[in-house]
C-alpha cells in the first residue's frame, strides 16, 4: 500500500471509530423560515429568486463558482427569468436560449475559448455556456482565501442539513461575541451555525450593499434570505414541475387504489374468509 | 406444479405451443390456477411489491446507465446532469434512489413475516436461504449503487467497507488491493463498482425464478403455519390474490411516490451532494439507512476482524435458521413465548437501526441518565440478535407449550383461530402435530 492510501485507512476507520471527538461541537441549529417553496404546493417566489441571483452576481461569484449551471437554466421552466418583461409586455420563451434577458445576463460574462485559428480568445458569454468559476483552480482559490477553499454553490442548499435554513442562518449569523473558550485564528471568524463554529469566509453582507432592481430595500436578512432562495432553486430547479407531476400521480394511483379494493371486495364475497 | 395441470390450450396455435414449449402452461398453473392458501393477509403481499421493486429498479438504472458517466472526474457532474438537464432525468434518478430504500422496507418486511409465521421451517428451507441469498445480494448493490454518484458519502462509505477485507489476517490487503484496482479507491474502483451494481441486479432476477421455484413445490405457507390439507384450505390464486396483492401494490406505490415526488432527499444523506474529496473525511462516515443495524454491530465490537467477522455472522445466521428453531410449531400466533422473543427481536433490529445512525459515545435519549451511550446499546441489542437465534429458538422448542391449534386451514378461516369447540369434527389437535 501506497502511503497515501495507508493514510486514507487509518482516517476512515479512525473515523469510524472515534467519530465523536471530531467535529461535534455545540453549534446552533438554524433559525426557521417560513420559505415560499415548502410544503406539498410550494413554489418559488421569482422575485425573491430573482434578486438573489443579483446577490450571488455582486456579491459571491467572487469567490464561489455555480459550476452545474448554464446562464439558460434561468430562463428554464421554473427559472426566475421563465417570463421576462420585454419593450413592456410579459413574455415567455420556450427555448431559453431565444430569452434576450438571458442573452444580456450571459453577455456580461467572458469566456474563454478557441477560434477557428486555435487562438486562445475571450468572448462574451451565450446562454448556452456554463457559469465561469472566479478562480483559475482550486489552488488559486485558495491562496486568495487563506488556505480556504470556497465550496461550489450548485447544490449547496441540498448537500448541507437543515438546508435553505442553514445557509440563511449562516449568512447572518456573525454578529456575535464568540464565547472565550473558543480559539479564533486570524482569517477565521465566529459563526455559531457552522459546524465547528468557525468559518473561514468573513461576513460577506452588509446592509445596502447591493442595489435591488426592483427597488427592495436591502437590508441584510433580505439580502440573506434572498441568495439562499436563489441558491435553494439552483439546487433544486424541477422542484415545481416535480410537485405538479405528483399531485397527478396521487389523485391517479389513489383512485386506482379505490378501484382496486372495490374489486378486492366483491371478488372475495364469494368466498368465506 | 404437483403434476396434475388444469392448463387446457383452446386454439390450435396454444396446442401446436405446448407441445413443444409449455410456457403458457408454466403461466397458468403458476399464476392463475396455483391453489393458494384461502387465509393470507396483506403481510403476504410483499412478495409481489418485491417482484415490482425488480422491475421498477431495473428499467430506471438501465436508463440512468444511458447518461452516467463512470469515470471519478465526470460521474458526479453526469449525476447533476441527470437531474438538470436530460428530460424526467430527476425524475427517474429520484424513482432509483428512493426506490432503493423502498426495496429495503418491503424486503424488511416480508423477512419478518417469515420469522413470525415461521416460513423458513420444513419443507420450506431452501426457498428460505434463496431470500437470504437475494438479501445478500441486494445489500451488495445497494453499496455499489450508492458509490456511483460519487459524493462524499459514496467515496468514504466505499473506503470504510473496502478496508473491512483488510482486517483479514494475511491475505487482507492483497485481497482489499485487488477489491479496488489500484492503492486506494480511485477511478478502477468505480468502474468495477459499475459493472457489478448493472450484474447483480440480474443475479437477483435469476435467484428471483429459483425462489419462486421452490416456492411453489410446496407451496405458500401461511399465517396459522398449518399445512395446506384439501381443496377445501385454498383458493385459485387468481382472481383471489391478483386482486388483493395489486391492492397492496398500489397502495405501496402510494407511499414510493410520495417520497418521490415530495421528499426525494429525507432518505439520503446531504453529504452526498458534496464531490468525492479524498482529502476532506466527513464528521461522520454513516452508510444509507438499510445497512445501520449491521453498521452497529460491526461497531460492537472493539477488534477490527471480530466486527467483520460479527456483522458477517449476523447474515450467516439466517442461512442456518431453519435448523435452529427446534419447535415443531411454524406460526408464532401458536407460540405464546416465542412471540414475545419474537416482538423484542423487532424492536432490537430497529434500535440496532438507531444505534448504527449515532455516534458511539452520544448518550441514548432517557436511558442516558444511568449512562447508556449508543455503543453499550448497539452491544446488548447485538447480544439479544444472535442470542435468538442461538440461544432463544434452540431452547423454546423445548420448553414452550404450543397453544391449541385448528385442523385445517378451512376450520380457521370459518370458526375462527381457536379449535372447533364442537361440530367441525376436527376438536382439539394433539399437541406434537409434526412441525406445524
Ligand atoms: C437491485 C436493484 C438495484 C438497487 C437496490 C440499486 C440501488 C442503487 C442506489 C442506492 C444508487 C445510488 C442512488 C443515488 O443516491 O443517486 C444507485 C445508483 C445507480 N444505479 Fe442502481 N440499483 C439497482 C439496480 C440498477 C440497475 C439494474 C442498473 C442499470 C442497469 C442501475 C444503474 C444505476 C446507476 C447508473 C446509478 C448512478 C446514478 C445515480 O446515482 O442515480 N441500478 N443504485
Given at each position: ?7 486514507l ?54 469567490c464561489h463558482g455555480l459550476k452545474h449551471l ?60 456554463m457559469f465561469?468559476y472566479p478562480f483559475?483552480n482550486e489552488a488559486?482559490a485558495r ?5 480556504a477553499y470556497p465550496p461550489d454553490l450548485s447544490i449547496i442548499v441540498r448537500a448541507r442539513h ?69 441558491l435553494?432553486?439552483a439546487s ?38 | ?67 452516467y458517466v463512470p469515470n471519478i472526474d465526470y460521474a458526479f457532474a453526469s449525476v447533476q446532469r441527470i437531474d438538470r ?8 434518478r429520484?424513482?432509483?434512489a ?47 449503487g450508492y458509490v456511483l454518484p460519487w459524493g462524499q458519502m459514496s467515496f468514504w462509505g466505499a473506503m ?24 486506494t479507491v480511485g477511478n478502477?474502483t468505480l468502474?468495477?463498482f459499475f ?70 432527499d429525507?432518505?439520503g444523506h446531504a453529504d452526498n451532494y458534496i464531490e468525492a474529496n479524498p482529502l476532506v473525511t466527513p464528521a461522520?462516515i ?151
Amino acid at each position: 500500500m501506497n502511503k497515501l492510501s495507508k493514510l486514507l485507512a487509518v482516517a476512515a476507520v479512525t473515523v469510524m471509530v472515534a467519530a465523536p471527538a471530531i467535529g461535534a461541537g455545540y453549534y446552533r441549529s438554524p433559525e426557521p423560515y417560513d420559505w415560499s417553496f415548502e410544503g406539498p404546493f410550494g413554489e418559488y417566489d421569482r422575485q425573491a429568486v430573482q434578486r438573489g441571483f443579483q446577490v450571488y452576481q455582486q456579491v459571491c461569484s467572487a469567490c464561489h463558482g455555480l459550476k452545474h449551471l448554464a446562464f439558460r437554466h434561468l430562463g428554464q421552466e421554473g427559472g426566475p427569468f421563465e417570463t421576462v418583461m420585454v419593450d413592456g409586455v410579459e413574455q415567455s420563451y420556450a427555448n431559453p436560449n431565444d430569452n434576450p434577458v438571458i442573452a444580456a445576463i450571459a453577455a456580461e460574462y467572458l469566456i474563454s475559448d478557441i477560434d477557428d485559428i486555435g487562438e486562445t480568445i475571450e468572448r462574451p458569454g451565450r446562454p448556452s455556456d456554463m457559469f465561469p468559476y472566479p478562480f483559475a483552480n482550486e489552488a488559486q482559490a485558495r491562496a486568495a482565501n487563506g488556505g480556504a477553499y470556497p465550496p461550489d454553490l450548485s447544490i449547496i442548499v441540498r448537500a448541507r442539513h437543515y438546508g435553505a435554513d442553514y445557509i440563511r442562518s449562516l449568512l447572518m449569523g456573525y454578529d456575535e461575541e464568540p464565547p472565550a473558550d473558543l480559539d479564533i485564528r486570524a482569517g477565521s471568524y465566529y459563526n455559531p451555525y457552522m459546524p465547528g463554529m468557525v468559518i473561514a469566509m468573513a461576513p460577506q453582507l452588509w446592509d445596502g450593499m447591493v442595489e435591488y432592481a426592483d427597488g427592495t430595500e436591502a437590508t441584510t436578512e433580505q439580502m440573506a434570505t434572498d441568495v439562499t432562495h436563489f441558491l435553494a432553486w439552483a439546487s433544486n430547479p424541477h422542484m415545481e414541475a416535480r410537485k405538479r407531476m405528483g399531485l397527478m400521480v396521487m389523485i391517479y394511483l389513489f383512485g386506482l387504489a379505490v378501484l382496486l379494493y372495490a374489486s378486492y371486495r366483491k371478488v372475495w364475497s364469494r368466498v368465506k374468509h | 406444479m404437483s403434476g396434475n395441470s388444469t392448463y387446457e390450450p383452446k386454439t390450435p396455435f396454444t396446442r401446436w405451443l405446448d407441445a413443444r414449449l409449455p410456457i403458457v402452461r408454466l403461466g397458468w398453473d403458476s399464476f392463475v390456477d396455483f391453489p393458494t392458501p384461502r387465509n393470507l393477509n396483506y403481510w403476504y403481499t410483499f412478495g409481489g411489491i418485491l417482484s415490482v421493486c425488480l422491475m421498477v429498479q431495473i428499467i430506471t438504472g438501465i436508463v440512468l446507465a444511458m447518461h452516467y458517466v463512470p469515470n471519478i472526474d465526470y460521474a458526479f457532474a453526469s449525476v447533476q446532469r441527470i437531474d438538470r438537464d436530460v428530460n424526467y432525468g430527476w425524475l427517474i434518478r429520484s424513482i432509483h434512489a428512493v426506490g432503493a430504500s423502498m426495496f429495503f422496507l418491503a424486503v424488511y418486511m416480508h423477512i419478518f413475516r417469515g420469522l413470525y409465521y415461521g416460513s423458513y421451517k420444513a419443507p420450506r428451507e431452501i426457498l428460505w436461504i434463496l431470500g437470504v441469498v437475494i438479501y445478500l445480494l441486494m445489500m451488495a448493490a445497494a453499496f455499489l449503487g450508492y458509490v456511483l454518484p460519487w459524493g462524499q458519502m459514496s467515496f468514504w462509505g466505499a473506503m470504510v467497507i473496502t478496508n473491512l477485507f483488510g482486517a483479514l489476517p494475511l491475505i487482507g490487503e492483497p485481497v482489499t488491493q485487488w477489491l479496488w484496482g489500484g492503492f486506494t479507491v480511485g477511478n478502477e474502483t468505480l468502474n468495477r463498482f459499475f459493472s457489478l451494481h448493472y450484474l447483480i441486479p440480474f443475479l437477483i432476477a435469476g435467484v428471483v425464478v429459483l425462489h419462486i421455484w421452490a416456492l411453489h413445490v410446496p407451496g405458500n405457507n401461511n399465517p396459522t403455519g398449518i399445512s395446506v390439507k384439501t381443496s377445501a384450505d385454498t383458493l385459485p390464486f387468481h382472481p383471489y390474490y391478483t386482486v388483493k396483492d395489486g391492492f397492496a401494490i398500489v397502495v405501496f406505490l402510494l407511499i414510493f411516490a410520495g417520497f418521490v415526488f415530495y421528499a426525494p432527499d429525507v432518505l439520503g444523506h446531504a453529504d452526498n451532494y458534496i464531490e468525492a474529496n479524498p482529502l476532506v473525511t466527513p464528521a461522520m462516515i454513516v452508510p444509507e439507512w438499510y445497512l445501520l443495524p449491521f453498521y452497529a454491530i460491526l461497531r460492537a465490537v472493539p477488534d477490527k476482524l471480530g466486527g467483520v467477522i460479527l456483522m458477517f455472522a449476523a447474515i450467516g445466521v439466517l442461512f442456518v435458521l431453519p435448523w435452529l428453531d427446534t419447535s415443531k410449531v411454524r406460526s408464532m400466533r401458536y407460540r405464546p413465548m416465542a412471540r414475545w422473543f419474537f416482538g423484542f427481536f423487532v424492536v432490537s433490529c430497529l434500535g440496532l437501526g438507531w444505534a448504527g445512525a449515532e455516534l458511539p459515545d452520544t448518550l441514548v435519549p432517557v436511558l442516558g441518565a444511568i449512562g447508556v451511550d449508543f455503543l453499550l446499546l448497539g452491544r446488548v441489542l447485538t447480544i439479544y440478535y444472535f442470542a435468538y437465534f442461538l440461544v432463544i429458538l434452540p431452547v423454546l422448542g423445548f420448553v414452550e407449550k404450543p397453544t391449541p391449534r385448528p385442523a385445517s386451514i378451512e376450520e380457521s378461516v370459518l370458526y375462527g383461530d381457536k379449535p372447533a369447540k364442537s361440530g367441525s369434527g376436527a376438536g382439539a389437535v394433539p399437541a406434537a402435530q409434526p412441525a406445524e
